[in-house]
Nanobody, 115 residues
Framework: QVRLVESGGGLVQAGGSLRLSCAASGSIFSINLMGWYRQAPGKQRELVATITSGRSTNWSDSVKGRFTISRDNAKNTVYLQMNSLKPEDTAVYYC?????????WGQGTQVTVSS
């Protein structure tokens, strides 16, 4: 079993920055994928970015150039640095992990960007 704990959400003005963190604990295989999805009110959950343990990344076009994903494999932690935030980035952000072929989700952290 794997547990994901997110932190770092909050309220920020448009143009501001936030950094999300997600720490994984439990039985974690060295080769895995971690990342972030988000869900805005009334919309489906969508990909933000993912990163493999080998640091290959996958991105949503809507955040490219503004957000940066990174990870610390020794700490089983993934980070999302969000810059130049826009009101349309407002959503609940969910940490995601695929470990040994099983998908896990965090509880979500709210990010609100005011105009």
């Amino acid at each position: 079993q794997v547990r994901l704990v997110e932190s770092g959400g909050g309220l920020v003005q448009a143009g501001g920055s936030l950094r999300l963190s997600c720490a994984a604990s439990g039985s974690i295989f060295s080769i895995n994928l971690m990342g972030w999805y988000r869900q805005a009110p009334g919309k489906q959950r969508e990909l933000v970015a993912t990163i493999t343990s080998g640091r290959s990344t996958n991105w949503s076009d809507s955040v490219k150039g503004r957000f940066t994903i990174s990870r610390d494999n020794a700490k089983n932690t993934v980070y999302l640095q969000m810059n130049s935030l826009k009101p349309e980035d407002t959503a609940v952000y969910y940490c995601h992990m695929i470990n040994r072929g099983v998908a896990y989700w965090g509880q979500g952290t709210q990010v609100t960007v005011s105009s």
